[in-house]
C-alpha cells in the first residue's frame, strides 16, 4: 500500500519570506499523481497544486511550485512570499493512476508571523 | 466554492445512536468518495460510489454504510455511534473514474459524539 509521509508536523515563516514543506512517500507504481492541500481553519480542503508523475517539470501555480524527484519519491511544496492568508494545515496526498482514491500524509501545520 | 454541498456541518449526538449524513457532488461529476478526518488517524478513505454503485471500500467500519442515489446524491449512515466517531466527515466528488481529473472536497460535517 502507498504511503506518505511529513515530517514536519509544523513549520513558521516570516512574512515575504519562503518556506519549504516536505513530503514523501512510498509507492512501487511508476503513474501516479501528487498533490498538496491546503486546509484553513474553516476546514474546507483546497487544492493548491498537482503533480503528475510522467512531467519532469515541476507544477508552479503563482507563489506555489514543487520540488518533485521521483527517484527519491520526494515531493515538497515551496511557498514565496508567504502571506498571512497562507497560514494552515497543508497535506500532501498520492493518487495511483486508475480508480483509487486519494492517501493522505498527516499534515504540517504553517503558522505566519507578521 | 467548491461546487459539492454537504449537510448538515455540525451534528452533536449521543454513543449509539445513528446519524446520516447527505453530500450533493459538483454538477456532472458521477463519482463521489467519503473521507473521514479525525485527531488521531488523519485524513482516511472510506468509501467510493460511482453512477450509483460501489467501486471501492477502505477503512470503513460494519457500523458503517453509505449509497449512492439515482440523481447521484450520497449518503453515509453511521449507526451505534462511539466516542471515537467524532470526527470531520468530507464528501469529494470528481467527474469520472479517470485519475486526471480532481477531487473536489465539500466544506465537511463535523460529528461530535457525547
Known amino acids: 500500500a502507498q504511503t506518505v509521509t511529513q515530517s514536519q508536523p509544523e513549520m513558521s515563516v516570516q512574512e515575504a519570506e519562503t518556506v519549504t514543506l516536505s513530503c514523501t512517500y512510498d509507492?512501487?507504481?511508476?503513474?501516479?499523481?501528487l498533490f498538496w492541500y491546503k486546509q484553513p481553519p474553516s476546514r474546507q480542503m483546497i487544492l493548491v497544486i498537482r503533480?503528475?508523475?510522467?512531467?519532469?517539470q515541476n507544477a508552479t501555480e503563482n507563489r506555489f511550485s514543487v520540488n518533485f524527484q521521483k527517484a527519491a519519491k520526494s515531493f515538497s511544496l515551496k511557498i514565496s512570499d508567504s502571506q498571512l492568508g497562507d497560514a494552515a494545515m497543508y497535506f500532501c496526498?498520492?493518487?495511483?493512476?486508475?480508480?483509487?482514491?486519494?492517501?493522505f500524509g498527516k499534515g504540517t501545520r504553517l503558522s505566519v508571523i507578521a | 466554492d467548491s461546487g459539492v454541498t454537504q449537510t448538515p456541518k455540525h451534528l452533536i449526538t449521543a454513543t449509539g445512536q445513528r446519524v446520516t449524513l447527505r453530500c450533493s457532488p459538483r454538477?456532472?461529476?458521477?463519482?463521489v468518495y467519503w473521507y473521514q478526518q479525525s485527531l488521531d488517524q488523519g485524513l482516511q478513505f472510506l468509501i467510493q460510489y460511482y453512477n450509483g454503485e460501489e467501486r471501492a471500500k477502505g477503512n470503513i467500519l460494519e457500523r458503517f454504510s453509505a449509497q449512492q442515489f439515482p440523481d447521484l446524491h450520497s449518503e453515509l449512515n453511521l449507526s451505534s455511534l462511539e466516542l471515537g466517531d467524532s470526527a470531520l466527515y468530507f464528501c469529494?466528488?470528481?467527474?469520472?473514474?479517470?485519475?486526471?481529473?480532481?477531487?473536489?472536497f465539500g466544506p465537511g460535517t463535523r460529528l461530535t459524539v457525547t
Open positions: 509507492t512501487s507504481e511508476s503513474d501516479y499523481y
Open positions: 496526498a498520492y493518487r495511483s493512476s486508475g480508480n483509487t482514491p486519494l492517501v
Open positions: 503533480q503528475e508523475a510522467y512531467k519532469q
Open positions: 454538477s456532472g461529476d458521477l463519482s
Open positions: 469529494a466528488s470528481s467527474a469520472d473514474l479517470n485519475s486526471s481529473y480532481e477531487q473536489y
